[in-house]
């Protein structure tokens, strides 16, 4: 079969009227036609000094050796834009790597529930800890609050580990293990002091700079713009890597005794799932590289390398070979000095700056026990997340620290066993309520494990904390609840149990939703075994503002659960009971994460 021509044929020049046409031959090859495409090639060729040099892991004044050589650009762009995105669009993009993962870790925001972050969650990943940046500050009603950044975790940083891997872990039911995280030898001074770069890293920056003598050599056999586009990456990122040590420089106001970042480790407990050991760490450090500006710099950072990457293909094809020639020695070169560079420089963040303390609950300040309150309000958000029920189920629930707070303090950090307005609770009197919030069995499952309670997510399935404001005064009263399909009953009513030969109406815990129309079911005791029943708006399953109750009592309340038109997992009004005992219970626990607390219930 005859072969196709790779070259495009050229025209030659015109010779008395008559255009010839010359085309390329074998005998037209020479070493520098191949050397362009080598030379473009090598680009392509991965290097892990390069990527590892780009995350960081030598300081900013690491960044322009990444950039030396032309060869590892691929390297280059991928490290930037893992760099750049959250962890589930690298995980989309399939950039995703376990170099990445070590050196910046991989967690997920707790308070962005995207399609990416839902799928990697529902998968094969399994949360180690969690995650939170707080701080704290004092409410124009003298009372402390926190706002936080929440995260679940897949794996640690590198940096994170150094100090998470030499905790003791608490096991389930006992104690939570507490460490504070408090200076030490290798802590930073504070940053009046601190110079403007160490002199390893001026060091750094000035043997990078011998990249300038290839450019001048390329300036002077080919011109400015070749200089330009082979000397590109490099010049961005040592500008960049001196736009961030001045950024760090110019930082004030950081708490340098005690950082801003609490992790929690552990198996985190489920619905399904009880929680094994834990441990909690308070007042770590944040990791420079998960901050705005370096994501900034990788999302720039892989424009610039991949623009770089185009024109330097362009630009090989368009100079001499004797210049392709000596930019390949350079880029030899570079890579070589980058190898060495990296083999014999150590990780500026390989000491966390931190020793740590154990402390027992009752030794710790308001402003610490708030913050471990912002880390049982991400464990619940977790758990909503991967909740059987749907995290839709649970976007009205307090899963806020100041809000719980607060109605706290309105119902003066006390329990109410009952509604407090005995003249209205007639059996099948309808009556107006308002509730302002309402504390679920996330919550409660997660305030139970991080405090050693006794209660998993199944012992919790139906519980509630319900806030009602009446007469102007808002009271916190345990409750239950549970999550009702009333179009299931349509659907699976045909359904016999073989064994009792009754209707099999009653769908156990940890189900998932059945069927369409899901609804709320509310249950507030009242006295002499009356309960107030409340059922959520259809659709939207909202429960919160002014809502229609019905006065039950127990017979009418236990002829409802036996029949299973509800298609919940309570049989009966003994069934109700025994999870307002928990209720009451879990609600305890919660309310001893609180300093002001009393939690004689009255």
Same mark, same amino acid.
């Given at each position: 079969?005859?072969?196709?021509?790779?070259?495009? %044929?050229?025209?030659?020049?015109?010779?008395?009227?008559?255009?010839?046409?010359?085309?390329?031959?074998?005998? !037209?090859?020479?070493?520098?036609?191949?050397?362009?495409?080598?030379?473009? *090639?090598?680009?392509? #060729?991965?290097?892990?000094?390069?990527?590892? @040099?780009?995350?960081?892991?030598?300081?900013?004044?690491?960044?322009?050796?990444?950039?030396?050589?032309?060869?590892?650009?691929?390297?280059?762009?991928?490290?930037?834009?893992?760099?750049?995105?959250?962890?589930?669009? !690298?995980?989309?993009?399939?950039?995703?790597?376990?170099?990445?993962?070590?050196?910046?870790?991989?967690?997920?925001?707790?308070?962005?529930?995207?399609?990416?972050?839902?799928?990697?969650?529902?998968?094969?990943?399994?949360?180690?800890?969690?995650?939170?940046?707080?701080?704290?500050?004092?409410?124009?009603?003298?009372?402390?609050?926190?706002?936080?950044?929440?995260?679940?975790?897949?794996?640690?940083?590198?940096?994170?580990?150094?100090?998470?891997?030499?905790?003791?872990?608490?096991?389930?039911?006992?104690?939570?293990?507490?460490?504070?995280?408090?200076?030490?030898?290798?802590? %930073?001074?504070?940053?009046?002091?601190?110079?403007?770069?160490?002199?390893?890293?001026?060091?750094? =920056?000035?043997?990078?700079?011998?990249?300038?003598?290839?450019?001048?050599?390329? =300036?002077?056999?080919?011109?400015?713009?070749?200089?330009?586009?082979?000397? *590109?990456?490099?010049?961005?990122?040592?500008?960049?890597?001196?736009?961030?040590? #001045?950024?760090?420089?110019?930082?004030?106001?950081?708490?340098?005794?005690?950082?801003?970042?609490?992790?929690?480790?552990?198996?985190?407990?489920?619905?399904?799932?009880?929680?094994?050991?834990?441990?909690?760490?308070?007042?770590?450090?944040?990791?420079?590289?998960?901050?705005?500006?370096?994501?900034?710099?990788?999302?720039?950072?892989?424009?610039?390398?991949?623009?770089?990457?185009?024109?330097?293909? #362009?630009?090989?094809?368009?100079?001499?070979?004797?210049? $392709?020639?000596?930019?390949?020695?350079?880029?030899?070169?570079?890579?070589?000095?980058?190898?060495?560079?990296?083999?014999?420089?150590?990780?500026?963040?390989?000491?966390?700056?931190?020793?740590?303390?154990?402390? %027992?609950?009752?030794?710790?300040?308001?402003?610490? &026990?708030?913050?471990?309150?912002?880390? $049982? /309000?991400?464990?619940?958000?977790?758990?909503?997340?991967?909740?059987?029920?749907?995290?839709?189920?649970?976007?009205?629930?307090?899963?806020?620290?100041?809000?719980?707070?607060?109605?706290?303090?309105?119902?003066?950090?006390?329990?109410?066993?009952?509604?407090?307005?005995?003249?209205?609770?007639?059996?099948?009197?309808?009556?107006?309520?308002?509730?302002?919030?309402?504390?679920?069995?996330?919550?409660?499952?997660?305030?139970? =494990?991080?405090?050693?309670?006794?209660?998993?997510?199944?012992?919790?399935?139906?519980?509630?904390?319900?806030?009602?404001?009446?007469?102007?005064?808002?009271?916190?009263?345990?409750?239950?609840?549970?999550?009702?399909?009333?179009?299931?009953?349509?659907?699976?009513?045909? @359904?016999?149990?073989?064994?009792?030969?009754?209707?099999?109406?009653?769908?156990?815990?940890?189900?998932?939703?059945?069927?369409?129309?899901?609804?709320?079911?509310?249950?507030?005791?009242?006295?002499?075994?009356? =309960?107030?029943?409340?059922?959520?708006?259809?659709?939207? /399953?909202?429960?919160?503002?002014?809502?229609?109750?019905?006065?039950?009592?127990?017979?009418?309340?236990?002829?409802?659960? &036996?029949?299973?038109?509800?298609?919940?997992?309570?049989?009966?009004?003994?069934?109700?009971?025994?999870?307002?005992?928990?209720?009451?219970?879990?609600?305890?626990?919660?309310?001893?994460?609180? %300093?002001?607390?009393?939690?004689?219930?009255?």
């Amino acid at each position: 079969m005859r072969r196709l021509a790779l070259t495009a %044929p050229v025209l030659g020049r015109a010779d008395s009227g008559n255009h010839t046409v010359t085309s390329a031959t074998p005998s !037209s090859f020479s070493p520098g036609n191949g050397m362009v495409e080598i030379a473009a *090639l090598t680009t392509l #060729v991965g290097s892990s000094s390069a990527e590892i @040099l780009m995350f960081g892991t030598r300081g900013s004044a690491g960044l322009p050796w990444a950039a030396m050589s032309a060869f590892g650009a691929l390297s280059i762009v991928r490290a930037c834009i893992s760099g750049a995105s959250p962890a589930w669009l !690298s995980e989309t993009l399939g950039i995703r790597g376990p170099l990445g993962d070590s050196i910046l870790g991989m967690a997920l925001n707790l308070d962005k529930d995207t399609r990416g972050a839902s799928k990697l969650r529902r998968g094969a990943l399994e949360a180690v800890g969690i995650a939170c940046k707080t701080t704290i500050f004092e409410s124009q009603h003298k009372r402390l609050e926190a706002t936080s950044t929440r995260e679940d975790v897949y794996q640690f940083n590198r940096n994170a580990l150094v100090i998470l891997d030499a905790l003791s872990l608490s096991s389930a039911g006992s104690p939570p293990r507490i460490y504070i995280c408090v200076p030490s030898k290798f802590t %930073p001074r504070p940053y009046q002091t601190i110079p403007f770069a160490r002199p390893s890293e001026w060091v750094m =920056w000035a043997c990078s700079s011998i990249k300038l003598v290839e450019l001048s050599v390329l =300036w002077h056999l080919d011109g400015l713009s070749s200089a330009v586009v082979f000397g *590109l990456p490099w010049a961005y990122f040592f500008l960049a890597s001196m736009a961030l040590q #001045v950024a760090s420089f110019l930082e004030k106001g950081e708490d340098r005794t005690l950082g801003p970042v609490d992790y929690l480790i552990g198996r985190i407990p489920l619905a399904q799932r009880e929680g094994r050991e834990r441990a909690i760490l308070l007042g770590a450090r944040i990791n420079t590289q998960q901050g705005t500006l370096w994501r900034a710099m990788w999302a720039l950072g892989a424009l610039v390398e991949f623009t770089s990457t185009i024109l330097a293909y #362009v630009q090989l094809n368009q100079i001499a070979n004797s210049t $392709v020639y000596v930019w390949v020695v350079f880029q030899i070169l570079w890579l070589g000095t980058r190898i060495v560079f990296h083999h014999f420089t150590s990780n500026w963040n390989e000491f966390p700056c931190r020793a740590t303390l154990e402390k %027992p609950w009752a030794g710790l300040d308001a402003r610490l &026990k708030l913050r471990i309150l912002e880390l $049982v /309000m991400s464990v619940a958000k977790y758990q909503s997340h991967l909740h059987p029920r749907g995290d839709y189920s649970y976007r009205f629930d307090l899963l806020s620290s100041t809000q719980l707070q607060s109605l706290f303090f309105l119902s003066r950090y006390r329990l109410t066993r009952e509604f407090p307005l005995r003249g209205q609770m007639i059996p099948g009197k309808q009556i107006k309520i308002e509730v302002v919030g309402v504390v679920g069995d996330t919550l409660f499952s997660s305030a139970s =494990w991080i405090k050693g309670g006794e209660y998993n997510g199944l012992d919790l399935f139906d519980c509630c904390l319900v806030f009602l404001l009446v007469n102007n005064k808002t009271y916190a009263i345990p409750s239950v609840r549970a999550l009702s399909g009333k179009a299931a009953t349509l659907v699976f009513s045909y @359904l016999e149990d073989t064994e009792s030969g009754e209707n099999a109406k009653f769908v156990p815990k940890g189900a998932s939703n059945y069927g369409w129309g899901i609804n709320w079911y509310f249950w507030i005791p009242g006295q002499d075994g009356l =309960w107030i029943e409340m059922v959520s708006e259809d659709e939207t /399953m909202k429960f919160l503002g002014l809502r229609q109750g019905v006065v039950l009592n127990e017979t009418s309340l236990h002829a409802k659960l &036996k029949s299973g038109e509800l298609m919940i997992s309570l049989t009966g009004v003994k069934d109700v009971k025994q999870t307002l005992e928990i209720s009451r219970n879990a609600s305890k626990i919660l309310l001893d994460f609180f %300093p002001q607390s009393k939690s004689q219930a009255h």
